[in-house]
């Protein structure tokens, strides 16, 4: 692993939703070879978490993934925030009016090969026709999915310290005072681990009410002659990363935080770690489980709030695309005032199965 050399190279990695970069830290066959490795796993790992949020990358979109319910049926869940049916499929049924065909598809041009298929094995079915009464059902999960608290292994975990030791680089610190950080990355056969998961106290002062965040701190104490640093994801994942223990240069604390979805900074202090739950952390006793369902429970809400703020707007955007076809109105153009209601009413054909679903939602809530 090199150093030194004049690359921008994400703190938190873009994957996930990290905007700031710094030069000086990596080589450019590294920052290649550790995207494709390390950062590529973490963001594995909390993909659910940047789906359901949208986060926005300098390239590409978060990876589509399959998700269960409870009740075992299975999903492609998309970066726009959608579901598709994992597989798809099609039954043929023969009636005295000809072929009825029930299919599951993923996409329309995956329906309209399926029924050029029925059309090559049947001359007389008409695919045009076909095509023309084609019925388009959305539906919505009536089980609730599982989703993974999981983080954590040799990659994750070292694009955790890399994400750590990048932003002491950048705050100014010597890499050679970061001498934990330092060989556990340049050392794959390295047992001792220099990080611990950070769930005794939560220390993270004025978390934004509304908003997912990121942060990434750093304190540097010649005095305990520590460096260590504080890393939090999707306001859940929480872990302390020990960077070095023989520190000597000036005292420093920081901390870069922002909101994934939009970059924009999330202000946020982080506190000093004392002493007794540091050592505790790096023992491997940093994980309490009500303080993790503290975080849980303010974590949560925030995100499928978010999931569901896109899910409306992916319905009106489809409720104005149905209604403006129909109309020849191309998106920034004018509705005329005399069509206004009968638009309305088309846009409510693709916005009616979304709202009934919330009032349904709302009412099984009241219920329970």
Known sequence: MSFNLDLREHIIPNAIGGRKKTTSFICESCNIKFGETWDAELARQV????????????????????????????????????????KSSHSETDVSAGIQINMTAQTIDEARKRLKGVARKCPKFDVKKALEEMKIKTSFLDSPLHVSLHLGGPCAGRSLVKTAFSFASDCGVEHDQCELAKEYLTNAELKAIPFGFAYISDLVERQPMGNVFHCVSLRADPKTKQIYSCIEYFGLFRVLVFLGKNYDGPFRSECYSLNPVDGASANIRVKEVVQEEFFEIMAGKGFDQEKHKVAADYAFPIILDRARSRTLEHFV????????????????????????????????????????????????????
């Open 47 to 86: 993909n659910w978490f940047s789906l359901a949020v949208g986060i926005r990358r300098e390239r590409g979109e978060s990876p589509r993934q399959v998700v269960q319910t409870v009740s075992g049926e299975r999903l492609w869940l998309h970066s726009d925030g959608t579901f598709t049916p994992e």
């Open 317 to 368: 955007r489809q409720g104005f695309e149905h209604a403006g076809r129909s109309f020849v109105i191309k998106e920034g153009e004018d509705i005329p005032r005399e069509k206004a209601e009968e638009f309305a009413a088309l846009m409510m054909e693709k916005l009616s199965p979304y709202i009934e679903n919330l009032v349904r939602d709302d009412r099984s809530i009241q219920d329970y």
